[in-house]
């Protein structure tokens, strides 16, 4: 056989390893339910926000206890000299309850104003659990767009590798000169200065995973079928105005504006209160009182006015954030939408581009081995493959986010729709134990276990 017929026996393997080493991924074990599990069960950011939903649930206990008696006891010590008498040290002990037993409304709304705050702070709370599913999506598709890229630049090394040892032999039997032998070689370093940009980028998004999910990429799987989407983007835009969080915290945001209003137009108002005293002073002897208090403020220099049109200015402002809300929410449904047809016309069209890379590719070698084609000719061939390929896997991460991000603007992006099959935070719970203001040890043991579960989660 002749070296020429050598040279093209040695490149049939070459071809096969660009066709199938790019191609061809081992076998994964964990799925991107598992990666969204792991950052929902890890997330700081959703303790953090738990934890403020739990201090919400207090502000209800609040203004509870605020129409509720109040208690006190004092041990008063004192002494008293004049020119008249002698020095007298008295002492006396009272205990003292009071309580507002009528003030228009006020106590009313301010707890109608902890719950309807309460409802917006749940609502975050799920649109931070959206985020962080789709966090861990855009993880999860990171590390697996980067471990493909890795492949497929290794696979490129190799490949251009040959190309170069081709290139010498074809040097030494003259068939092209020392330039050709050196654009292989320059064609080499740059593979080898990619592949391990590509290793670099693996091990930036496998960090960016670990701290999304609390643990490092093992073994990630395909992603799963792509999630069914609206029949029209009408259609996902009227879900996302019904169920997206963002839109509901701001109406509730909203309500707690118009409550805020009337009760600052409350605060002029009387307030009638009771209270009652007990004292015992050392010689045993003993005092009792009671007595009702009508009170009102007639003039505060400006300030109960000064309130109420505050409370009317941020309840302005909180309507037209209602409506900023609801319009990012429909921009985002539709640019979600239209992420998804982007991606998927890339990605009919770079499959395409790789069919007619690949026929260039093989004919060029082919064509180079008969001398009508230079080394050059043949490495610009497999550098357009190898875009091509790579465009393909950026463009089918890209078709994969972009569902999911038309589910978070859906407000659809949580465990409960996706069907996660895991335990979810339940804020009704700790709310349940404290909205009407705990105190009695029956009462306290419940609260402890509800805090104990919490602790669990």
């Known amino acids: 056989m002749t070296k020429r017929g050598i040279l093209r026996a040695l490149r049939r393997p070459v071809l096969a390893a660009l066709l199938v080493g790019a191609t061809v991924m081992p076998s994964w074990a964990e799925s991107l339910a598992d990666a969204m599990v792991s950052s929902y069960r890890t997330s700081s950011l959703l303790d953090q926000n738990r934890a403020l939903l739990r201090a919400a649930d207090e502000d209800v206990a609040a203004a509870v206890a605020a129409v509720r008696p109040i208690v006190t006891w004092a041990l008063e010590s004192q002494y008293m000299k004049s020119s008249l008498a002698e020095g007298k040290l008295t002492t006396a002990m009272g205990l003292t309850a009071s309580i507002t037993l009528f003030d228009f409304g006020r106590s009313e709304l301010g707890a109608d104003i902890a719950k309807e705050t309460v409802l917006a702070t749940r609502e975050l709370l799920i649109n931070i659990e959206q985020s962080v599913l789709l966090n861990a999506v855009q993880a999860y598709l990171d590390v697996r767009s980067a471990s493909q890229q890795v492949e497929l630049q290794r696979n490129s090394v190799r490949v251009i590798g040959e190309e170069e040892r081709a290139a010498r032999d074809r040097f030494e039997v003259g068939e092209i000169t020392r330039t050709d032998v050196s654009q292989a070689e320059a064609a080499l370093a740059q593979a080898r200065a990619s592949s391990a940009a590509a290793v670099g980028q693996l091990e930036v998004a496998s960090e960016a995973y670990k701290a999304i999910t609390g643990h490092y990429p093992k073994n990630l799987s395909a992603p799963p079928p792509l999630p069914k989407m609206p029949a029209t983007l009408e259609a996902a ?208 043991q419940s609260l402890d276990r509800v805090l104990r579960a919490i602790g669990k989660q």
């Open 237 to 444: 835009q009227t879900i996302a105005q019904k169920t997206h969080p963002a839109i509901r915290q701001a109406q509730r945001q909203a309500a707690v504006s118009e409550l805020q209003v009337e009760l600052a137009a409350a605060q002029g108002r009387p307030t009638l209160s009771g209270s009652a005293t007990a004292q015992l002073d050392q010689h045993g002897n003993r005092q009792h009182s009671a007595g009702l208090s009508l009170s009102q403020t007639l003039y505060s220099g400006g300030r109960v006015p000064a309130a109420h049109r505050k409370a009317m200015a941020q309840r302005d402002a909180a309507r037209a954030q209602l409506l900023s809300t609801a319009k990012s929410v429909t921009q985002q449904v539709g640019t979600a939408w239209a992420n998804i047809s982007v991606a998927r016309a890339q990605i009919q069209a770079i499959n395409e581009q790789i069919a007619a890379a690949q026929l260039a590719y093989d004919g060029v070698r082919e064509e180079a081995t008969l001398g009508a084609r230079t080394t050059l000719d043949v490495l610009d061939a497999e550098q357009s493959l190898l875009e091509a390929r790579a465009n393909k896997i950026t463009a089918d991460a890209d078709l994969q986010l972009a569902h999911y991000q038309l589910l978070s603007a859906m407000g659809l992006l949580t465990v409960e729709n996706l069907k996660l099959g895991i335990p979810t935070y339940d804020p009704s719970a700790y709310y349940n134990s404290v909205k009407n203001a705990p105190h009695t040890s029956t009462q306290g």
